[in-house]
C-alpha cells in the first residue's frame, strides 16, 4: 500500500540531485520529481470507520480505558483478545531515538545506530519543499524499522523567543515558512506507514518554566501567527496525530484546552486523528476525557497523592505514575487510568467521550496498517539514500551569512588550521529528547580533511573547553593564535553546542530541551578567541554550530567571512567542507531573523520573556503579530542577518515582474538569470505589503517563494500563485479571516531586506 522510499536521485530527479554536488548535468533548471499530489485530510483516517464501529461495540470498559493511557515508558495500551496491538511511539524530529523505558538497550546497541538528519532548523533553511518530503520519509522509512507506530515530529512551534532551548527542533519565526514545510515532512512520513505527530500545540516558544507559564496572546496573533503550521499539518498534511504542549493558554492546560482541543482542532479544522499529551502534560482527569486528550503519555513522574481519588473530580485526581521500584511504573495512576474508569462509572454521559477518544486511536491504527492481516513495509535503516538525503539537506540548509571574497577556498592551501573545540564535538547524542545514536557521525574537522586529502596539512586546536562555567582559557587561546599565525588560512569552528547527551543528562546546556540559553553570546569565552584568532590571522573564516541565532557583533566586523551550519547531521563535516571548498554552491537563507543584540528581539523588546513574576506565571506576547522580522522591518530595526538571508558564490538578476489579478488571487512571473560563473539556486521569495488597512499590518509578510537551480548564464521564467489567504487578516470583531478590497503591493526578492522587484495588484 505504501510505497517503498526511493533513493534521492530517483525521488529528486537527477537533475535536481545533481545541481549542487560534484555531478554535472546541463538540465538542472528543469522540474524535480513531484511529491505525490496531496490527499484530503479525513479519507485515510475514515477509510475503516466500519470496522472502527464494530470493535468499539466488543470492548469493555476496562478495555477502552487501557487504551488510553501510556502502559510504558513510549507505548500505549492495546487489548490482545480483540487483535488490538499496543501503540508504539518514539521521539524525533531529526531521527528515531534510542530504545527508552520497557524496550530499553543500552545506547551503544547498534539496534539503536540510525540516521542523524540535521536538525529541523537546517532543513528549514534549505527552503525546498521537496527536501521536507525526503527528509520525512527516512525518519519514516527507520521508524518502520525499528517498529514504531508513530514518530514524534515534527516541532513545529513559532521561533519567538531567540533564547529558546529547543529552536533547534523548530523550523521558522514565519507562519507560511513552516506551513510550506510541514506537509512534505508529514506526507513523507506517512507514506512509509508510520504516523507523523506534530508537535506542540500549541505556544510552547520557550522552554525555561513550560509546565508553570500561562501564555495569554490576542486572538489575532494566535490565528495569523502561531496556528498557521497547524492547521496545515492537519488539513494539507493530513497528519494522523497531534501532540500537546505542557504550557497552559489562557488559563487552561493546552493539552486539556477545550478552545484549542475542541472548538478549533477537532471542529473547525475538522481533526480526525488523536490527540496524545507529552510526557506529563495532562492535569487533571475530567479536563482530559472532556477536552480533547485521547492518550496521556508520561513515565517515572512523582506522584502527588498515592492514595486513588474514587470521585476523580477533584483538580488533584491521581495523575502521572510513580516509580516504585528502577524497573516498574504504576500506570494505572494516570490521569486516565483507574480514575477516568471511576469517572465514566459514575458518570455514564463520559461514556461517548471515551468513545471517541478509542475511536481516533483505531483510526490510526487502522491508517498505518496495524490491524488484522495488513501488511506494513518493512522499512530500512540507514541506508546509503538516507545518508545521501542527510547530506543533502545540510549542503543546501548551510547559509553563507557573510563573504569577503575568501570562499570559497582554494584546494591548491597548503596549511589550513582548524580552530575551536566544536570542530571535533559530535551532536547526535544532545538535545535531550532528540538525542539521537548516529551510525556515524563525520566531524566538521573530518570532514574538511576529508576534502583535502593529503594535499594540505591540516592541524587542529580546540581553543576552548566545553564545560559548564569555564572562561577564557588563556593557555588554549595561546596555542590557537600561534596555530592560526602558522597557516595560510584558518577555520573556526564555534557556535554554541547540545549540553545534554545520552551519556550524561547535565544542566550545561545552550541547546536543548527544558532549558533556555542564558544569553546569545557564544559560551566559554569564543568571542576573546575569535577576536585573538583574527588578529593572529585575517583570513579567518568563521563556522557556526548551533540552534539559534548568536551575537556576533563583537567580530563579525572583521571577519572575512561567516557561515551558519546548525547541527548539520551525521555528513555535517563533509557537507561543510563541500562549501567552503566550492564544491557545493551555498543556497540556505536563513528561517528566522539573526538580531544584533538580544534586546533588539521583539519578545525582550515589546513583549514578555521568560514571564511575569508571580503564581500563576503569567506571560503576554505583547509583541502581538510582530514577530521576527515583522517587527524588525515594520519598527525598523536592523537586524544583524535579515530573514530570508543568505550569499551564494555566483550572482542572480531579477527582471520581468508580472502581476496578474483573479477575482481574490494574483499570479506573479518573474524572469531569474544566473549572471555569476557557478551553477546554483536562489529562493526567490514574495513579501506582500498592504498601504492602507483597517487594522495595523507588518511592512510586509512571506506570502510565496521558489528555488530555482541555474546553470551559468541560464535564464527561467519563475510563476507563483497568491491565493485569497496572501492578503488577509484576521478580524477579531467578526472571528474570521478578512479580505479588504483595494491595491496591494507585491514586493520580490532574496530576503526580507533584498527586495528586487515592486509590483502591486487591485483585488
Known sequence: MFKQFPPLNALLGPAFFCALTSCSSPQTHQAVAAVPPVATQPAPLLAHEAEVNALLQKLTLEEKIKMIHANSAFASGGVPRLGIPELMTSDGPHGVRPEQGRDWKPVDS???????????????????????????????????????????????????????????????????????LVVGYIRGVQDQGVSACVKHFALNNQEIQRSKIDVHVSERALREIYLPGFQAAVQQGGVHTLMGAYNKFRGQYTTENAYLMLDILKGEWGFKGLVISDWGSTHNTLDALRNGTDVEMGTDLVLKNNSLDQSATASASPGPAVRVTPTKTIYDRFYLADAALAAVKKDPALLPLLDDKVRRILRVMYATNMMGNAKRQPGSHNTKAHQATALKVAEEGIVLLKNDGILPLKKTVRTVAVIGANATRENAGGGGSAQLRAKYEITPLQGIKNALGSTAAVTFSPGYVVARGQKVDPKLVAEAVAAAKAAEVVIYVGGSFHGYDYKVWTDNAYDAEDTDKPDLHMPFGQDELVRAVQAANPNTVVVLLGGGPMDVSAWVGQ???????????????????????????????????????????????????PSTPGNPLKQTYKDDIYVGYRYFDTYNVAPQFAFGHGLSYTTFKYDNLRVTPGPKSATLQLTVTNSGPRAGAEVVQVYVHDPQAAVKRPEKELKGFEKVFLQPGEAKTVTLTLDSGAFQYYDEAQKQWVLEPGRFDVLVGSSSRDIRLKGSVTL
Open 559 to 609: 571577519t572575512k567571512a561567516l557561515v551558519e551550519a546548525w547541527y548539520p547531521g551525521m555528513e555535517g563535516g563533509n557537507a561543510l567542507a563541500h562549501i567552503l571548498f566550492g564544491d557545493v554552491n551555498p543556497s540556505g537563507k536563513l528561517p528566522f531573523t539573526f538580531p544584533v543584540k538580544l534586546e533588539d528581539s521583539p519578545a525582550h523588546k515589546l513583549g514578555e520573556y
Open 110 to 180: 547498534p539496534h539503536n545506530a540510525g540516521t542523524y538528519l540535521p536538525t529541523n532548523n537546517t532543513l528549514a533553511s534549505t527552503w525546498n519543499r521537496k527536501l521536507g518530503y525526503a527528509y520525512g520519509a527516512v525518519l519514516g522509512a527507520e521508524a518502520s524499522f525499528r517498529g514504531k507506530d508513530i514518530i514524534l515530529g515534527p516541532g513545529i512551534n513559532i521561533i519567538r523567543a531567540p533564547l529558546n532551548g529547543r529552536n533547534f527542533e523548530y523550523l521558522s519565526e514565519d507562519p507560511y515558512l513552516v506551513s510550506q
